[in-house]
């Protein structure tokens, strides 16, 4: 919780400042039901071109929601070992593979667009069905299934959504190879 704290680059924060603020979240989450309310985030629409994206954030970066949403994202890029696509890297491998796909008499390409994504991920379900058996500590299990229960969904603008969505599409990707097979 420190070093999250400490990144905020809206406000400088000495280390006192820092303690202090580490020390109401810590005491906030020792008493997460009546101290911590996830659903204090705000709805905006982004847009980009003729899209609209609706977005949510929570309005003060110091609040213990906030805090605590990175936490978890947190916790779980360590349970799960996430690895985040390189889009750029992506793009490279494809222009190399392109020059052996003239040659080649049988191929498919499969590119996957899921419209509204991350707004339509249930955090709950996740958290259900995969995150719970992963997470063996108590006190980060109680975090995870309040956020899930309160947040809804992977909405785009929290920095859980990433993970989320990364944990429920390992799941696609073992199905689909297993189609595919």
């Known amino acids: 919780m420190k070093k999250i704290v400490a990144c905020d680059t809206d406000t400088y924060k000495n280390n006192s400042e820092i303690s202090q603020l580490t020390k109401e979240i810590l005491e906030k989450t020792l008493n997460l039901d009546t101290n911590v309310d996830f659903r204090k985030f705000e709805r905006f629409v982004l847009s980009q071109g003729n899209k609209k994206r609706i977005v949510v954030k929570y309005p003060d970066l110091d609040s213990a929601e906030n805090v605590l949403c990175q936490c978890i994202k947190q916790i779980l890029d360590k349970a799960f070992h996430v690895k985040y696509p390189n889009r750029n890297k992506i793009a490279r491998e494809l222009f190399d593979v392109m020059a052996a796909i003239v040659k080649m008499s049988d191929f498919t ?15 709950n379900y996740v958290y259900e069905k995969i995150i719970k058996n992963k997470i063996s500590d108590r006190l ?17 603008g929290l920095s859980t959504s990433n993970v989320i969505a990364e944990i429920i599409a390992l799941q696609f990707d073992e199905f689909l190879e297993a189609a595919l097979e």
């Not at 390409?109 to 955090?123: A, E, H, L, Y």
């Not at 980060?140 to 785009?156: G, M, P």
Request: zero cysteines; a negative charge; glycine letters at 0%.
């Open 109 to 123: 390409i499969v590119r996957f667009d899921f419209k509204n994504f991350f707004n339509s991920i249930s955090t």
């Open 140 to 156: 980060e299990q109680e975090l995870i299934e309040k956020f899930s229960l309160e947040t809804e969904y992977a909405y785009a």
